[in-house]
């Protein structure tokens, strides 16, 4: 489930993982929370790009499939 306002969005995951995907996000370079056990919190800054936005769905795609 993904809910958010504004720029501040919340992704529930379906499983117990979201410390190990906030620390593989982390060492991506991205700045992100874990909110307990099963949700990750992105405040991405108010210049964001379409291209930014574009990486970073890359990129925890490719995080979400390794872990």
Not at 29 to 38: C, M, R, T, W
Not at 51 to 60: A, G, P, R, S, V
């Amino acid at each position: 489930e993904i809910r958010g306002l504004g720029l501040m969005i919340g992704i529930e995951l379906n499983e117990c993982n979201a410390g190990n995907l906030k620390h593989k996000l982390l060492e991506k370079g991205y700045l992100v929370n874990s909110i307990g056990e099963k949700v990750i919190r992105i405040l991405p800054p108010l210049i964001l790009t379409e291209e930014h936005i574009n990486l970073f769905c890359k990129d925890f795609k490719s995080v979400l499939q390794e872990i």
